[in-house]
């Protein structure tokens, strides 16, 4: 194949920069205004141009294959070079100070981490960081974007849709016994549970446990008992130092999962009655800053993949 791509290939990759952004050709369709159909024409065409399959159809969802991950990789990093410098092109340069507010968790364990790329991608920008926790009402007026938890319901405030939250429990490798393996909710019945209160606020401690259980279809387990937390990290900390089993949200456990400090014992993720979203206020993204910022956010969450569905099967081998 000539080193030199021609405008037709162009055209494909950026479908499939935007297929692979959505792992979806319909939410691809919506985004670029044409027909499912077209974009499976042109990913097809495009992999026969390169010789290899980028996706794979399982069911009714797509896969990156092993090709189709190092391209997309490549493909949404120009995208985003692209989408960035078109931003500052249009309205000058970003800069000044941006009051950005989180909850807490998601803070430190997921938008610390990428603060030094918002960093380089906004140079002049001078961050305030506040963290705060998830709220049903935010003023308005001391931040320019809010990254909560929640429905995504704000009276007097617009939210974006940021991340979805999935739930599943976690342990140490120490806390498990040869003599009662840990491989399904009935054998909780003999091992310690722990409870995060912080996504529950106004109900009952043990409220996540059994939220968890009844979209498993496990019943009769009583889990009303046990140490109780006002912070997640506090409760994935109990759970790494042994102290009982835990539920975890995706988004914020990947490291411990993949250090090994923490396994899945049993059970599928479920989807959180919640998800992370931004809030602003309804005329917020006609600034320059905060549109770029907002979307330099988005972008980062589109460019996640779940922890591998192997880390299951694994955590629960390695029980």
Not at 27 to 45: F, Y
Not at 74 to 90: F, G, K, M, P, Q
Not at 270 to 278: G, L, M
Request: hydrophobic fraction near 45%; charged fraction near 25%.
């Amino acid at each position: 194949m000539s080193r030199i791509l021609t405008a037709q290939m162009h055209a494909w990759l950026q479908v499939f920069a935007c297929a692979a952004r959505h792992m979806s050709f319909t939410r691809c369709a919506d985004e670029l205004h044409v027909t499912p159909g077209a974009i499976s024409q042109q990913i097809k065409q495009l992999e026969e141009k390169l010789g290899f399959a980028l996706f794979l159809r399982v069911g009714r969802g797509l896969e990156l294959t092993a090709e189709g991950q190092r391209l997309a990789i490549v493909a949404n990093e120009v995208h985003s070079r692209i989408d960035d410098e078109l931003r500052l092109l249009h309205s000058g340069r970003i800069g000044g100070v941006f009051k950005l507010r989180c909850i807490p968790s998601f803070l430190q364990k997921w938008l610390m981490p990428r603060l030094p790329a918002l960093e380089q991608a906004f140079p002049d920008l001078q961050l305030r960081i506040i963290a705060e926790d998830s709220s049903g009402s935010l003023r308005d007026d001391d931040f320019d974007l809010a990254i909560d938890l929640n429905d995504g319901s704000y009276p007097g405030l617009s939210s974006t849709s940021l991340l979805e939250e999935r739930l599943f429990p976690v342990c140490s490798p120490r806390l498990l016994r040869a003599d009662v393996p840990l491989d399904g909710p009935e054998q909780l019945v003999h091992y310690p549970v722990l409870h995060d209160i912080t996504a529950w606020r106004g109900s009952y401690e043990y409220a996540e446990w059994e939220f968890y259980l009844s979209a498993i279809g496990a019943r009769g387990i009583d889990v009303r008992r046990g140490h109780t937390f006002n912070r997640n990290h506090l409760t994935i900390e109990a759970a790494i130092m042994g102290m009982g089993v835990a539920i975890a949200r995706q988004s914020l456990i990947t490291d411990e999962l993949q250090r090994g400090a923490l396994l899945i014992p049993f059970g599928a993720p479920i989807a959180a009655r919640k998800k992370y979203v931004i809030a602003y206020r309804e005329d917020a993204l006609r600034n320059p800053a905060r549109r770029a910022v907002h979307d330099w956010l988005v972008r980062q969450a589109q460019s996640l993949r779940p922890p591998a569905d192997t880390a299951v099967g694994s955590a629960r081998s390695g029980s």
